[in-house]
């Protein structure tokens, strides 16, 4: 597990690095706003843990831009604000969870701990090939940021597809996925499928091997 860590006093910052790292994790220090920001474009982080107060770049600004390109990393202020308002600014702006200084060591390990799991969860539930994505929960699919309108058959075509992205699933596999014990099926009706989601999400998103079955293809 990887965390950024943007805080710009050395002997705070030196101390959560080094309990982090005894916890197992590897933590990359930052100490300004702008640097914080070229970490992230350059390394996914599984936690971010965020001072307010940054020199060049506030925390604020930075979690702003964070949110703006669409990155749902779990963000934690650390930051000795601790007035109701701050706390709730902090939340609104997309924070995760607000820690207020001095905390102790263990607590922010909790706090990691809590927003990992919760993260895990959430992945789990939207499932990602390339530029598109399908949310198991919300029952939506996008790609590259753009709804795509599905049929309920094609949905649950394309999520079997999509959970094993690289392995070959069998028609068979597919007809189980979308028709109930002794239902009729049509001879063509998974390639009508097959050929109506290449239609909406691209002609080599899903590919054909002759003879096996179907797996999520090149996205173009």
Known sequence: MRILLAEDDRSQAESIQSWLELDGYQVDWVERGDYALTAIEQHDYDCILLD??????????????????????PVIFITARDSIHDRVEGLDLGANDYLVKPFSLEELSARIRAQLRKQTLSQQSVLTWGNL?????????SCAGKS????AKEFQILRKLMVHPEHIITRDQLEEALYAWGEEIESNAIEVFIYQLRKKIGSSSIKTIRGLGYRMGDLK
């Open 52 to 73: 307010r107060g940054l020199p060049q770049l506030a925390g604020e600004k930075v979690l702003t831009t964070i949110r703006h390109k669409q990155k749902n990393v």
């Open 133 to 141: 994505q399908l949310d198991t929960q919300a029952k939506v699919v």
């Open 148 to 151: 795509i309108e599905l049929t």
